[in-house]
């Protein structure tokens, strides 16, 4: 079972996809469930990057419908949360009726990650730390959310390279109990072989700690902004979520996670043909 869960849309400032084109090509590549995740990021000193919500709810309601036979279409957004914005996204969950909710963190103190405004004058370590803690300040108030996407995002706009999480482990595992105690999970964002990153997204060592730490609840994402990116690296990833010890990925309705087995193409075929020969 193929189910993207992070996906843009033209209702995100920075896609220019057509919704319905992501549908068709969704059901062409045999994906069985897509969620949108559109942008939705308050920023209070600058303009904010929000989605249409009544439109892009009506929309996708629509879809959902018209499609109903051919693939299963989840409402969701990502949330790009900070400390002093929860009150505002509180306020947009309260008024739709959410399937999933990827909880983001693409800013701090207002200060872009990917203009390298929020690194400037401080020290790798620093602004590292200060990311996870923001992360951290964030779940501790706001839990009206289903994974947190791209947990260690900042990697990828490094200028000094990546920097090794040992030297922020103590608040990592902060962030990873956090979610833990609060029956939340992780997104493993396939978007790190697009932006070639050495690693997952987050790495594997987060991903490792995580699975110690009793975490269970993963989803997968491709966070394609086009329609040719949907659902890419799935296999492959998921061939090494199994050995690293995990066995099952979730999907999301009316935000109350399900889980399915983790399994790669070969497997579910080899599986789906034994099934054949017992009938
Ligand atoms: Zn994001
Ligand atoms: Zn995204």
């Not at 051919?70 to 790009?80: N, S, Y």
């Not at 779940?139 to 990697?155: A, N």
């Not at 110690?212 to 086009?226: M, N, V, Y």
């Amino acid at each position: 079972m193929i189910a993207d869960y992070h996906t843009h849309t033209s209702f995100s400032d920075d896609s220019k996809q057509d919704m319905e084109e992501s549908i068709l090509e969704a059901i062409r590549l045999g994906i069985d469930e897509l969620c949108f995740t559109e942008h939705h990021d308050y920023l209070v000193k600058k303009a904010s990057h929000l989605t249409d919500l009544p439109l892009y709810y009506q929309t996708l309601s629509n879809f959902k419908e018209k499609y109903k036979h051919r693939i299963r279409l989840k409402f969701g957004a990502e949330f790009g949360m900070q400390k002093h914005t929860i009150n505002e996204y509180r306020a947009d969950f309260a008024c739709y009726p959410f399937d999933f909710i990827l909880l983001s963190s693409h800013q701090v103190d207002d200060q872009e990650f990917w203009l390298n405004e929020y690194q400037e004058g401080k020290t790798q370590v620093e602004y590292n730390q200060g990311y996870y803690q923001a992360i951290l300040d964030v779940i501790t108030e706001y839990k009206d959310y289903s994974v947190l996407g791209h947990l260690d995002v900042i990697k990828r706009y490094d200028r000094q390279g990546i920097l090794d999480d040992l030297k922020v482990e103590e608040i990592i595992k902060k962030v990873l109990k956090q979610v833990i105690a609060d029956n939340r999970g992780l997104e493993v964002n396939t978007s790190s072989y697009r932006y070639n990153l050495p690693d997952l997204t987050p790495s594997r060592q987060i991903l490792k700690w995580y699975l110690e730490l009793g975490g269970k609840i993963l989803t997968l994402g491709s966070d394609s902004h086009k329609k040719a990116d949907l659902a890419e690296h799935f296999d492959k990833v998921t061939g090494i979520l199994l050995d690293l010890g995990f066995e099952s990925f979730c999907t999301y309705d009316h935000m109350v996670p399900t889980f399915h087995r983790l399994m790669t193409k070969e497997k579910e075929s080899g599986l789906k043909s034994l099934e054949i020969v017992l009938e």
